[in-house]
């Protein structure tokens, strides 16, 4: 008796383990094509733009010999599926070529300001989110109310409003005026020779050094540009929130739980919410990829030194590598947010557990 | 015998684009401990009536009785909050589809215990026992592995015991049983009823069976309510259904086929306009 259960046991955590193999593989599979399409798609971009690279780097009064051989030490005269699998392994090593505007390689760059991005991105998407979802939670239980209404307006206005408009306005009048903010940049330039990053991210870092008056300074600065990147994600993920929480509202097993007696508190935020989460997950996680690569007319407003403007600034110069460098960056990080929410997804939700 | 519930004249209206419709005409019975069945076609008010009892009926609509009191207790006078401490303890419910009334990312053994502990102040190991002795009242053979599964893991029949095993657990009075077996295949659906039927009568609770199946509840009930567009056209005992007076039951009753017998054409239930009135 015992001996049978345990092979049944046995087979059952065989069957669970190629499961997951298979899961694994096929993630593993996912994330490489997509990872050679982006690459293929850069590729392309960067030999089709009316941009000569030769020319970036040597001028356009070099004499002609001079611009023959530079073009066949950057491996320009060989045929395209050769040029691509060059490509393909310098970007695997993380080499992505030297900027020709800061003449440092692309990936040395692209490691000091994405930090900065990233930073502001994730304030931003805390922001969003601990205001989007009560909103969009409360829009819902009040559906067609005056509450309801209000969060449609400010979720309408985050949404059809430029930006960089709202940033110079927030600028004007929250530093300018009012002073409660610091102004552009990171950081003042009183902390430039006492304050040594570590990570990058500068609150992280200035927790590190227990440098409170940085710290300070620091989260004065990113407050302004970080609520912006905020409100325009509240914006998204309050109107989602309330959609999902709406459609688990109108379960079935909401009414068991009155049925059972639980108070309306626990069944909106520990039963509608619980459920509403699972899909909310991949908006949040598609709402910071968002931010990510969207935040570049912010950063140009507050002068944030990130990948925003650092690729505004590639771009105005001619500086492919450096463009193709951190559009390859932005799209990694797409397949490695696409992946978390994949996974976070599972944790959330019991259906799609591998059992 | 005393009585638990009195319905008088209860009547149920949503007011629509169109103007108001009355789901619930002025149905009144009254119930002990004893199990009742209503019957009646889609959108003759049965599962309405149900919901007017728990105080589940949408925000919108107006309930109108001349009585609605449970042991003692006014119900259209009750807070909010008064009815809600009423649910789940004293009078609780039976949904129809387990697959949509368990909540689908919590454990069912959290789902039981999470009614228990709204309603008693017990210690998470007690709860935990008395949930896992529930479960094996339900007739769950593993009551330790199903605690852990979610809905999603176990069979129609097991998820309609453990839909049982989480809405008795507080040990209710009374019980509203809206459909509770049309889900299930029809060999699932006579265990579960038995096991409905032990803890009804073990526990002397009165039971109110909402179904639109005369057969099974005729042979499950004591008592028969037929309603129809939103009254109650006839009421009988169980055993005497044969003799049922008002055409409409009487057109149900001739719809269930017999062994042995071939009818051409088939019967066809008749619904006279002056019923409506």
Not at chain 1, 120 to 125: E, H, I, K, Q, R
Not at chain 2, 130 to 144: G, N
Request: charged letters at 20%; one cysteine or more.
């Amino acid at each position: 008796m015992s001996s049978m259960e345990n092979q049944t046991q046995a087979r059952r955590a065989n069957r669970r383990a190629s499961a997951i193999l298979k899961a694994v593989a096929s993630f593993v599979v996912i994330v490489a094509t997509t990872y050679l399409g982006l690459l293929a798609v850069t590729f392309f971009i960067g030999r089709v733009v009316p941009i000569d690279p030769v020319l970036a780097i040597v001028g356009d009064r070099a004499p002609a010999h001079v611009v023959e051989r530079t073009r066949i030490e950057m491996g320009f005269n060989l045929p395209y599926y050769q040029q691509f699998y060059l490509y393909v392994k310098g970007v695997l090593q993380g080499d992505f070529g030297t900027s020709v505007l800061t003449t440092n390689p692309v990936m040395a760059d692209i490691r000091r300001v994405f930090p900065a991005t990233m930073e502001l991105a994730t304030v931003g998407t805390i922001i969003g989110a601990a205001f989007g979802i009560p909103l969009g939670v409360l829009a819902a239980v009040k559906r067609g109310s005056l509450a309801d209404q209000i969060v449609r307006i400010i979720g309408l206005i985050g949404y059809s409003v430029p930006i960089f408009w709202l940033g110079l306005l927030a600028l004007l009048v929250f530093y300018a005026r009012l002073g409660w903010t610091a102004g552009p940049g990171r950081i003042d330039v009183v902390f430039e020779y006492t304050f040594t990053p570590i990570t990058g991210f500068y609150l992280l870092d200035a927790v590190l050094n227990r440098d409170w008056a940085a710290f300070k300074d620091i989260f004065a600065h990113i407050i302004l540009p970080a609520s912006l990147l905020g409100y325009f994600s509240l914006a998204y993920i309050s109107r989602m929130t309330r959609s999902f929480m709406l459609n688990e509202l109108s379960q079935e097993y909401i009414v068991a739980a009155r049925a059972k007696g639980l108070s309306e508190t626990r069944i909106i935020w520990g039963h509608a919410l619980r459920n509403a989460a699972v899909p909310l997950v991949t908006v949040i996680a598609l709402s910071y990829a968002g931010l990510l690569e969207g935040s570049v007319l912010t950063e140009t407003v507050f002068a944030w030194p990130g990948l925003g403007l650092y690729i505004t600034n590639s771009l105005q110069n001619a500086d492919m590598n450096a463009v193709l460098g951190g559009t390859i960056i932005i799209g990694s990080v797409f397949i490695a947010l696409n992946l978390f929410s994949d996974l976070l997804y599972r944790l959330l939700d019991p259906r799609t557990r591998i059992r | 015998m005393s009585t638990l519930l009195h319905v008088e004249d209860l009547r149920v209206s949503f007011p629509t684009r169109t103007g108001v419709v009355e789901a619930v005409r002025g149905v009144s019975f009254a119930l002990g401990q004893e199990r009742l069945g209503i019957v009646g076609e889609s959108g003759s008010g049965k599962s309405q009536t149900g919901r007017a009892i728990m105080g589940l009926t949408p925000q919108q609509a107006e309930i109108k009785a001349k009585r609605l009191e449970f042991s003692g207790i006014d119900l259209l006078k009750a807070s909010q909050a008064e009815r809600r401490a009423l649910r789940g303890s004293r009078i609780a419910m039976i949904l129809q589809d387990p697959k949509y009334s368990l909540d689908p990312v919590m454990t069912i053994g959290r789902q039981i215990v999470e009614t228990l502990r709204t309603h008693e102040k017990v210690g998470k190991s007690e709860a935990r026992q008395r949930a896992l002795d529930m479960l094996a009242a339900v007739q769950i053979r593993d009551p330790k592995r199903v605690y852990d599964l979610y809905p999603h893991e176990v069979s129609g029949g097991m998820g309609q015991r453990a839909m049982i095993a989480m809405m008795l657990i507080a040990g209710p009075e009374l019980l509203i049983a809206d459909e509770p077996t049309s889900a299930l295949d029809v060999t699932v659906q006579l265990d579960i009823l038995r096991i409905l039927d032990r803890l009804v009568i073990d526990r002397g609770m009165g039971l109110v069976f909402i179904s639109h199946d005369l057969r099974l509840v005729s042979t499950f009930c004591d008592r028969v309510i037929v309603m129809y567009a939103g009254k109650i056209v006839e009421e009988l005992k169980a055993s005497e259904l044969s003799q049922a007076k008002h055409p409409y039951t009487q057109g149900l009753l001739n719809c269930m086929p017999k062994i042995g017998e071939s009818r051409h054409p088939l019967p066809v239930l008749d619904r006279q306009p002056e019923w409506l009135l």
